[in-house]
T-cell receptor, first 118, second 112 residues
Framework: AQTVTQSQPEMSVQEAETVTLSCTYDTSENNYYLFWYKQPPSRQMILVIRQEAYKQQNATENRFSVNFQKAAKSFSLKISDSQLGDTAMYFCAFMTLEGQGGSEKLVFGKGTKLTVNP | DVKVTQSSRYLVKRTGEKVFLECVQDMDHENMFWYRQDPGLGLRLIYFSYDVKMKEKGDIPEGYSVSREKKERFSLILESASTNQTSMYLC???????????FGSGTRLTVV
């Protein structure tokens, strides 16, 4: 069974600084997808960034970037120039496509609560 | 703007009631999902559907059922609500050609 571990339940960072959120996962699959989702107090789950396991290049979306280490099964999220609006729960998630008929499973970590302080 | 709509943001029900949580997406997505979110536990998959009238159990299906009569609508049913089903429920959908989920805003259900 696939598992996703986020070892930091809570983190804080000063505005404009850089912060890194950790995520490790366990799988025997070779083809899979990794995601970081953000959930602000509004509760809307928002996709931050996505990484395909077959791509060696780390994904980047503006101030958000990942460090994907496939051999180590590690997928950390770096937020640069932190802004107050980045305050949210961040979830790391892992997905494989299993079997026929579009069957699939997206497995989430337990989340990291990030607070950006002014 | 594409979206997933959950009919209720907050819901309070009594123990033993039959509860329907509705989810509608306007993106013509094939796959739809119901997750439950609890503090310290993250999101756990209850059920998902990959086509009309098709469903598969997730990790925690006990006490729940689902219905998908139309492609755009995926309903979660609590046959007899219990206090341990008090939680946040999130619906999501995905286009099979893409690899990101679109989530609704969640329904916070309290069973008293």
């Amino acid at each position: 069974a696939q598992t996703v571990t986020q070892s930091q339940p809570e983190m804080s960072v000063q505005e404009a600084e850089t912060v890194t959120l950790s995520c490790t996962y366990d799988t025997s699959e070779n083809n899979y997808y990794l995601f970081w989702y953000k959930q602000p107090p509004s509760r809307q789950m928002i996709l931050v960034i996505r990484q395909e396991a077959y791509k060696q290049q780390n994904a980047t979306e503006n101030r958000f970037s990942v460090n994907f280490q496939k051999a180590a099964k590690s997928f950390s999220l770096k937020i640069s120039d932190s802004q107050l609006g980045d305050t949210a729960m961040y979830f790391c998630a892992f997905m494989t496509l299993e079997g026929q008929g579009g069957s699939e499973k997206l497995v989430f970590g337990k989340g990291t609560k990030l607070t950006v302080n002014p | 703007d594409v979206k997933v709509t959950q009919s209720s943001r907050y819901l309070v029900k009594r123990t033993g009631e039959k509860v329907f949580l509705e989810c509608v997406q306007d993106m013509d997505h094939e796959n739809m999902f119901w997750y439950r979110q609890d503090p310290g536990l993250g999101l756990r998959l209850i059920y998902f559907s990959y086509d009309v009238k098709m469903k598969e159990k997730g990790d925690i299906p006990e006490g729940y059922s689902v219905s998908r009569e139309k492609k755009e609508r995926f309903s979660l049913i609590l046959e007899s609500a219990s206090t341990n089903q008090t939680s946040m429920y999130l619906c999501a959908s995905r286009d099979r050609a893409a690899y990101g989920y679109t989530f609704g805003s969640g329904t916070r259900l309290t069973v008293v």
